[in-house]
């Protein structure tokens, strides 16, 4: 089976920096999604890692390490509009499945 | 252009009905997958059609039923609704396979009283 642990919440201040972290036990993996989710709405991609490393695009990175099954999403110079869930996903096997985690939830405040 | 579009947006219905949901896609993608999200905010797949086959079924009640009719559309069928079947119903599509970035509906927010 799989198992994708993420904290359930977080609080960050306007313009700061945070880490949200994922943690994966799973067998055949593949990679490792990132999706965003506004409170009512549907997920939106955010990041895919394959490669060990950092991967940025913008204000947010994406970090992998295979070897530890550890992920990380990392948001910078926060705004009041990136308050909403971040959904870890985890591609395994052969099959043509994604399994989410439990999401963190992550509130900027001013 | 909407790209994955889901009816109805909200569905509130009894115990014991039979209902449907659908969703469209126009992106062209030859994968789509349907999701349950329940109050906690946890996203479960429940199927993945690959043009037009069955490729995922994850341990769902027989009481679901999806029908693909073409690799554009994916219906989900409810049978006799029961009470913990309220939840968020997200439609989802990707091109090649799991790998790629999945594009998803709306949601459907159904409520069985």
């Known amino acids: 089976g799989q198992n994708i642990d993420q904290p359930t919440e977080m609080t960050a201040t306007e313009g700061a920096i945070v880490q949200i972290n994922c943690t994966y036990q799973t067998s055949g993996f593949n990679g490792l999604f990132w999706y965003q989710q506004h409170a009512g709405e549907a997920p939106t991609f955010l990041s895919y890692?394959?490669?060990?490393g950092l991967e940025e695009k913008g204000r947010f990175s994406s970090f992998l390490s295979r070897s530890k099954g550890y992920s990380y999403l990392l948001l910078k110079e926060l705004q009041m509009k990136d308050s909403a869930s971040y959904l870890c996903?985890?591609?395994?096997?052969?099959?043509?499945?994604?399994?989410f985690g439990t999401g963190t939830k992550l509130q900027v405040i001013p | 252009d909407t790209a994955v579009s889901q009816t109805p947006k909200y569905l509130v219905t009894q115990m014991g009905n039979d209902k449907s949901i659908k969703c469209e896609q126009n992106?062209?993608?030859?994968?789509m997958y349907w999701y349950k999200q329940d109050s906690k905010k946890f996203l479960k797949i429940m199927f993945s059609?690959?043009?037009?086959?069955?490729?995922i079924n994850e341990t769902v009640p027989n009481r679901f039923s999806p029908k693909s009719p073409d690799k554009a559309h994916l219906n989900l069928h409810i049978n006799s609704l029961e009470l913990g079947d309220s939840a968020v119903y997200f439609c989802?599509?990707?091109?090649?396979?799991?790998?790629?970035?999945?594009?998803f509906g709306p949601g459907t927010r159904l409520t069985v009283l």
């Open positions: 059609y690959n043009n037009k086959e069955l490729i």
């Open positions: 992106l062209g993608h030859d994968t």
């Open positions: 890692n394959v490669l060990d």
């Open positions: 996903a985890v591609y395994s096997g052969g099959y043509q499945k994604v399994t």
């Open positions: 989802a599509s990707t091109q090649g396979g799991a790998r790629n970035e999945q594009f």
